[in-house]
C-alpha cells in the first residue's frame, strides 16, 4: 500500500474528469438529463445553478457517492461506478472533497481529523504524519487549533480543517461544495484565496459547485450553468460575463424574472385555488 | 379483503428486505473482521473497539445492576408465594439461579443494552449520516462498515457475556436478600441450593443468548442507524425503531433459543 503500481503521468490539459450522458433519475423525477461534462487538468471548473438545477446530484453522481441511472462518469480515465472496489479505492485516494459543512469527524481532534487519512493510507510513521497534519493546517491557517475538538471551532473553521483533510493525502482533483455557504465575506474570501493558490502553486485541479458569483468570477477557468437537469451554458469566466444568453444573465445578475422561472407547478394558480 | 392480503403481502415484503439488509451488513462485518484485514484492505480498529467496549459496558452497568436486583427480588417474592403452599419455600434458591442465569440474566441484559446501546448507537451513527460525515468517510476510502460497525459489534461481543455474568450473580443475590430477610431461609442453605442446582450447561446457554442478543442489538441499531434520511427527524425515527425492533428480535430470538436448549 505504500508505493502505486503505476506512477500516474500527469499531463497538463489532460481530461481527468469526463461525464458522458449522465442521467440521474429518482422515482418519477428526472434530476439529471444527459449531462455532458469534461474537466481538464490543472483548471477550475465552477458549477453553477439554482436550487433544483441538479448541480448537487452532479457532484454527488461525479464523487460516487450516487449511482446514476444512465450514462458514466470517467475519473482519471477509468468508470468510476463500473470499477471494483479497491480501484474505486484507489481513485479515491487521489481526489479530495470539500463537504458543505466540514463533515469533521465530531469524535477526533482538528489534528486526527487531518492525520485520518495519512495513518489510513499511507505506511508513513506517526511523527512524519504529525509533521505533515501541521503543515496542512498551517496551510489554512490554523496550525494552533491541532487539539481542538469540532464542536469547539466555529463554521468557517470547520470548512478550512475540512479543507485541510481533503488536502492530506496531496490530490490531484478536489471537489467543493458550496464552500463560500454560510461564511462570512472574508473567510470566503479567504477560501477561495486558498482555491486559487492550490491551482497555481500545486497544479491541482478543482471543481466548485456554487452560486455565489463574485466568488465565481474570482477562482474560475470555466464556468457552466445547470437549469432543470441540463447544462444550458458553457464557457469560460470571461464567455460568461460577457455573455448574452437570456440564462446566464438572469442567474449572474440575480434576477428575479425570466427564462429561470420562480415558480414552476403543474396546475395553473386559478384552478389550484378554485378548483 | 384483497386490500388485507396486499397490506400483508407488502408488508412481508418489507420484513424480508431488512431482514436482507442486516445480513448483507453482518456479512460486510464478517469480512472486514477475517478478510479485509487479510488482504491489506484495512485492519481492524483495536483501539476503537475497545473504546465503544468500555462506552457500553462501563455505561450500562450501573442500570443493569440495579433492575436485575430488583427483578430478583421480585421474582424470588412470587415464586415463594407459589411453593409456600407445597412446603417447599427453599426451592426458591434453585428456582432463581436458573431463572437468573438461563433467562432473567441475558434478557434483562439485553433490554437495557437496547437502551443503553441500540439507541445511543442509532442516534450517533444517524447524526453522523445526517452531518455528511459517513458521506465523508465512504468518499475518503474510509469504509464505513469497517470505522462504525465492526468496532461497536466487536464491542458488544466482548461487553455481552461479562455483564450477563455480573448480572445473573446480582440477581441471585437479589433474591438471596429477599429469601433471608423474609423467607426466613438460612444463607447457607440458600447458597448450597445455588451452588447444586446451577450447571454448566446453564451458563453456556446464557452465554450463547447474551451474545446473540448483542450481536442483534448492535446490527439493528448500526442499519437504522445507517438508512437515516431527513435530518433531526430521521434520527429520531431511527433511534425508535432500533429500540422497538431490537425488543422484538430478542424476544423472538429467546423463544427460539430457550426452546432448543430445553431440548437439548
Redesign the interface.
Known amino acids: 500500500m505504500s508505493t502505486p503500481e503505476r506512477r500516474p503521468t500527469r499531463t497538463p490539459g489532460e481530461v481527468i474528469l469526463a461525464v458522458e450522458d449522465l442521467r440521474v433519475v429518482f422515482g418519477d423525477r428526472e434530476v439529471l438529463r444527459g449531462v455532458n461534462l469534461e474537466v481538464r487538468r490543472g483548471e477550475t471548473l465552477v458549477s453553477l445553478g439554482g436550487s433544483g438545477s441538479g448541480k448537487s446530484t452532479l457532484l454527488r453522481t461525479m464523487i460516487g457517492a450516487l449511482e446514476p441511472t444512465g450514462g458514466r462518469v470517467l475519473l482519471f480515465g477509468e468508470d468510476l461506478h463500473q470499477a471494483s472496489e479497491a480501484e474505486v479505492d484507489h481513485l479515491r485516494r487521489r481526489f479530495g472533497i470539500l463537504f458543505q459543512s466540514g463533515a469533521l469527524f465530531n469524535s477526533m481532534t482538528v489534528g486526527e481529523n487531518v492525520a485520518l487519512p495519512l495513518e489510513e493510507h499511507t505506511d508513513l510513521a506517526a511523527d512524519i504524519i504529525r509533521i505533515m497534519v501541521k503543515m496542512k493546517l498551517e496551510l489554512v491557517g490554523l496550525r494552533d487549533f491541532e487539539d481542538l475538538m469540532p464542536a469547539q471551532i466555529s463554521g468557517g473553521m470547520k470548512k478550512r480543517v475540512g479543507l485541510a483533510r481533503a488536502l492530506a493525502l496531496d490530490p490531484e482533483l478536489l471537489f467543493y461544495d458550496e464552500p463560500g455557504a454560510g461564511l462570512d465575506p472574508i473567510v470566503a474570501g479567504v477560501i477561495d484565496e486558498l482555491i486559487t493558490s492550490l491551482q497555481k502553486k500545486l497544479g491541482v485541479t478543482s471543481v466548485v459547485v456554487t452560486h455565489e458569483m463574485g466568488s465565481a468570477f474570482r477562482i474560475a477557468d470555466r464556468m457552466v450553468l445547470l437549469f432543470d437537469g441540463r447544462i444550458v451554458a458553457e464557457g469560460t469566466a470571461e464567455d460568461f460575463r460577457q455573455s448574452t444568453d437570456p440564462y446566464v444573465r438572469q442567474f449572474i445578475l440575480g434576477e428575479p424574472d425570466g427564462p429561470i422561472p420562480l415558480r414552476r407547478s403543474r396546475v395553473s394558480y386559478e384552478r389550484d385555488l378554485f378548483d | 379483503m384483497s386490500t388485507i392480503l396486499v397490506q400483508s403481502g407488502r408488508r412481508l415484503i418489507d420484513l424480508f428486505a431488512y431482514l436482507g439488509g442486516m445480513a448483507s451488513l453482518l456479512y460486510d462485518s464478517l469480512w472486514w473482521v477475517t478478510i479485509g484485514p487479510f488482504r ?3 485492519a481492524i480498529r483495536r483501539r476503537e473497539s475497545v473504546f465503544q467496549a468500555y462506552r457500553l459496558g462501563v455505561a450500562s452497568l450501573g442500570i443493569n445492576a440495579l433492575v436485575i436486583f430488583f427483578v430478583g427480588m421480585i421474582l424470588t417474592f412470587q415464586s415463594a408465594y407459589v411453593l409456600e403452599t407445597f412446603g417447599v419455600v427453599e426451592y426458591v434458591a434453585d428456582m432463581m439461579s436458573i431463572a437468573m442465569f438461563r433467562e432473567m440474566g441475558p434478557l434483562i441484559t439485553a433490554m437495557v443494552m437496547t437502551g443503553f446501546g441500540g439507541a445511543a448507537i442509532a442516534a450517533e451513527i444517524g447524526t ?1 449520516v445526517v ?3 459517513v ?8 469504509h464505513p462498515v469497517r470505522f462504525l460497525v465492526v468496532p461497536r459489534l466487536l464491542a458488544a461481543m466482548y461487553v455481552m457475556p461479562i455483564i450477563y455474568v455480573v448480572a445473573s450473580y446480582l440477581g441471585v443475590l437479589g433474591g438471596f436478600t429477599v429469601a433471608w430477610a423474609f423467607l426466613d431461609i438460612e444463607p447457607i442453605r440458600y447458597f448450597h441450593r445455588t451452588t447444586e442446582s446451577l450447571i454448566a450447561r446453564d451458563v453456556i446457554a446464557g452465554v450463547l443468548k447474551a451474545e446473540a442478543f448483542g450481536v442483534l442489538i448492535t446490527l439493528i441499531a448500526c442499519h437504522e442507524g445507517l438508512r437515516v434520511t431527513g435530518g433531526a427527524e430521521g434520527v429520531g425515527r431511527a433511534t425508535t425503531n432500533s429500540v422497538v425492533r431490537s425488543i422484538v428480535a430478542i424476544i423472538v430470538c429467546d423463544l427460539i433459543f430457550t426452546a432448543i436448549f430445553y431440548f437439548l
Do not use: D, P, V
Open positions: 491489506r484492505r484495512g453522523m452531518s455528511e460525515e458521506l465523508a468517510l465512504e468518499t475518503g476510502a474510509l
